[in-house]
């Protein structure tokens, strides 16, 4: 059973950082490309980011580019989001997702597996 943890979610002020963190309990976890997704209220779910098995690839949404870091550590099963100068409208449910395809897709149909999610919320 595979199961995807995401922690490190809060509050914080417009310009702030946060790391999120994403915890598999996949035991082929480097064999699964990862990505991030975020869902507002009202909103569809929107791609943030993904990696590849190695990290030797990463993919960002228009949004976050130049903002947000995905990383991923194989031998500990985790998967990372550095997210700096946080604007209001990055203010969103944060997913991550593990996808059995490389390159993951930028599109959540092509994730197998998914988060519950941890919230981030950017003030003014």
């Known amino acids: 059973q595979v199961q995807l943890v995401e922690s490190g979610g809060g509050l914080v002020q417009a310009g702030g950082s946060l790391r999120l963190s994403c915890a598999a309990s996949?035991?082929?976890?480097?064999?699964?490309?990862m990505g991030w997704f975020r869902q507002a209220p009202g909103k569809e779910r929107e791609f943030v980011a993904a990696i590849s098995l190695s990290a030797s690839g990463t993919y960002y949404g228009d949004s976050v580019k130049g903002r947000f870091t995905i990383s991923r550590d194989n031998a500990k099963n985790t998967l990372y989001l550095q997210m700096n100068n946080l604007k209001l409208e990055d203010t969103a449910l944060y997913y991550c997702?593990?996808?059995?395809?490389?390159?993951?897709?930028?599109?959540?149909?092509?994730?197998?597996?998914w988060g519950q999610g941890t919230q981030v919320t950017v003030s003014s």
């Open positions: 996949i035991r082929t976890f480097s064999m699964y490309g």
């Open positions: 997702a593990a996808a059995r395809v490389t390159p993951p897709s930028l599109t959540p149909l092509g994730y197998d597996y």
